[in-house]
């Protein structure tokens, strides 16, 4: 068969490369300049940093086979993720953890002092959290969500916390101990050389065509036995129905040298701070050593037509829209809709990687000779 796809990121690159193995001919239509979606990377000329371009992505994930997948096509170096958190001039660990309580209340109390603190604090009157806010008043209390996680999240997602599921609220993990890695997962790690070499990779096999700066459009769809679309879900339909709605960042450059702020990762959780974070991208790759250094100011605003969509928005009472163009989806004949795009969900890479790894089983098993 000839496959036709739109998007040459994480999910078109891994069902890609799996048909191109099994005899089909891939051509993938890549709108912007580059390959590897938003986990684009590239070297900057001047201090030789690499640089997460749509700001960064550290891989860690608990499943096995996709780990050993992304180990075939890159050597992964050992990374933790330590975040940090600047608020009311005091700077603590995120997410949440021992030293944390301890250096916000003035502390210094064991685990089980602190777990029983926290608890005194926690919102017992809420059974089921109804959103993002219950959800933090639920766990930890009034004083670590107003500090850590109000302003913040007014500012990454341009809503109250009210109108946020309380999902979001369940990647942010609270921690009776000093262990400030900001994931639990047992594979954790950064591509040696970076992410678009990595996808680089995956696309290398000669059944795979990639054309870059060229959109698959409405009218080359019935070239292709089938295609499969990894972006927005709405823009294959010509957004009929309406605009779904993304959120989008902004960055500002900032050019230094030595070690500017002393971490990969600093959020900003006061609300009248206008930047959510800022990220200094030499400490990504902490195995490189470079005198310049390079930082980025993180702006986070609602997606217009033209921008980058980067973030689905999801709202505690429902979508109709997007239940509409889900129907649309599934009508679709000849057309698999995928990736965090074409399926508007919030997924991290390795879930991505094993969505597209799921999707390729049953599409080869659908369409088994």
């Keep these: 068969m000839h496959i036709g796809m739109a998007g040459a990121g994480l999910s078109c690159a891994v069902i890609g490369r799996g048909l191109a193995e099994n005899g089909h001919q891939i051509t993938i239509f890549e709108s912007r300049s580059h390959i590897a979606g938003n986990c684009h990377t590239e070297r900057d000329p001047d201090s030789g940093v690499m640089v997460h371009a749509y700001g960064p992505h550290i891989f860690h994930?608990?499943?096995?086979?996709?780990?050993?997948?992304?180990?075939?096509?890159?050597?992964?170096?050992?990374?933790i993720n330590r975040v940090k958190a600047t608020t009311k001039g005091r700077v603590f660990s995120l997410p949440i953890n021992l030293l944390t309580i301890n250096q916000f209340f003035g502390t210094t109390m064991s685990p089980d002092e602190a777990r029983k603190f926290i608890q005194e604090r926690a919102d017992t009157s809420i059974e089921e959290p109804r959103n993002f806010e219950e959800q933090a008043l639920k766990f930890i209390g009034p004083e670590l969500y107003q500090a850590f996680f109000l302003g913040y999240t007014r500012k990454q997602w341009?809503?109250?916390?009210?109108?946020?599921?309380?999902?979001?609220?369940?990647?942010?993990?609270?921690?009776?101990?000093?262990?400030?890695?900001?994931?639990?997962?047992?594979?954790?790690?950064?591509?040696?050389?970076?992410?678009?070499?990595?996808?680089?990779?995956?696309?290398?096999?000669?059944?795979i065509e990639v054309k870059l700066n060229t959109e698959l459009v409405a009218s080359d769809i019935e070239d292709y036995d089938h295609v499969f679309w990894s972006g927005p879900l709405d823009a294959y339909f010509k957004h009929r129905l309406g605009r779904l709605q993304y959120r989008t960042l902004d960055f500002k450059r900032i050019e230094q040298t030595g070690d500017a702020q002393g971490c990969a990762v600093m959020n900003y959780t006061d609300e009248e701070v206008p930047w959510t974070r800022i990220t200094e991208h030499k400490h990504f790759s902490p195995w490189e050593e470079h005198d310049k250094t390079l930082l980025f100011r993180e702006y986070s605003r609602a997606c217009e037509p033209g921008d980058i969509p980067y973030y689905p928005i999801h709202r505690t009472d429902g979508d109709t829209l997007l239940e509409q163009y889900q129907e649309a989806a599934t009508a679709e004949k000849g057309v698999t809709f995928v990736g965090r795009l074409g399926?508007?969900?919030y997924m991290d890479m390795d879930v991505t990687i094993r969505s597209a790894l799921d999707t390729l089983a049953e599409w080869q098993k659908a369409h088994a000779n």
């Design 158 to 207: 341009g809503k109250e916390p009210t109108e946020i599921p309380a999902s979001i609220l369940k990647r942010l993990p609270v921690r009776f101990n000093y262990d400030d890695n900001y994931f639990a997962h047992r594979h954790q790690g950064m591509p040696e050389h970076g992410y678009t070499s990595m996808v680089e990779n995956i696309l290398d096999h000669p059944n």
């Design 343 to 345: 399926t508007y969900r």
């Design 61 to 79: 994930t608990n499943d096995d086979e996709v780990w050993e997948y992304v180990n075939q096509f890159m050597t992964f170096k050992p990374y």
